[in-house]
């Protein structure tokens, strides 16, 4: 399936570590032809860390799709009342936000965004990077993958032996996971 004309949603929350992954697949999709709206979590807006400055990691999400990026509940809010995504890609999306959205919370853009656009019967494609996968967001992520239209960009364990809870999406399968999504399939192997 093509992704050109797609109306793309990337959300980005607060693992910082990603980022440079996560705005290389920005340009791949892109370059896809997809028209790519980015949403911004609270933290991933705020914090200035070893990673980057908050406002640089905006500035730059602007700059490579050429669409002011969402940074407030109000501004996600019409995602659902106008239908203005085809998919929407929490990537990266840290255990807080899984946990939050597992059990209903919406208190940042970016799970108001995810509510917002299942409410329209369309795909969530969740990138996880998380050092609890593992462990205490174990069972958050099983309920995310048996929730209705949710789909998982394939993860796996980065480093079993240093951070032997800790689970990472391979960003690399970002545009196969997208269209498998768009018609309704979860990419396989989900594990890897
Ligand atoms: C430098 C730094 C790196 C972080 N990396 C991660 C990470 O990879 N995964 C994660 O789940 N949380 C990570 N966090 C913690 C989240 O940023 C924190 O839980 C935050 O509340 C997430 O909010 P959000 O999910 O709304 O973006 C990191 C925090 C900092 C300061």
Redesign the pocket.
């Known amino acids: 399936m093509s992704l050109k004309g797609k109306h793309v949603g990337v959300a980005?929350?607060?693992?910082?570590?990603?980022y440079e992954k996560v705005f290389e697949e920005l340009i791949r999709l892109k370059a896809e032809g997809a028209i790519v709206q980015t949403i911004f979590?609270?933290?991933?807006q705020t914090?200035d860390?070893?990673?980057g400055k908050a406002c640089d990691f905006v500035k730059k999400a602007e700059e490579i799709t050429g669409i002011k990026p969402m940074l407030t509940i109000p501004q996600a809010e019409p995602i659902g009342p106008k239908s203005l995504l085809d998919i929407l890609v929490i990537l990266?999306?840290?255990?807080?936000?899984?946990a939050?959205l597992a059990n209903g919370i919406t208190d940042?853009p970016?799970?108001m965004a995810a509510k917002a656009h299942l409410r329209n019967n369309k795909p969530l494609l969740i990138s996880i990077?998380?050092?609890?996968a593992l462990g205490m967001?174990m069972k958050n992520i099983g309920l995310l993958l048996n929730a209705k239209n949710v789909y998982f960009v394939p993860f796996g364990q980065d480093d079993p032996v240093k951070k032997p809870n800790s689970m990472?999406a391979h960003t690399s399968l970002l545009i196969p996971s997208i269209e498998s999504a768009l018609e309704g399939k979860q990419y396989q192997p989900i594990l890897c």
Do not use: E, H, M, W
């Open positions: 980005f929350t607060g693992s910082f570590c990603t979590s609270n933290a991933s914090i860390c070893r990673f990266p999306c840290t255990g807080n936000t899984i939050k940042t970016v799970l990077s998380t050092n609890d967001n990472i």
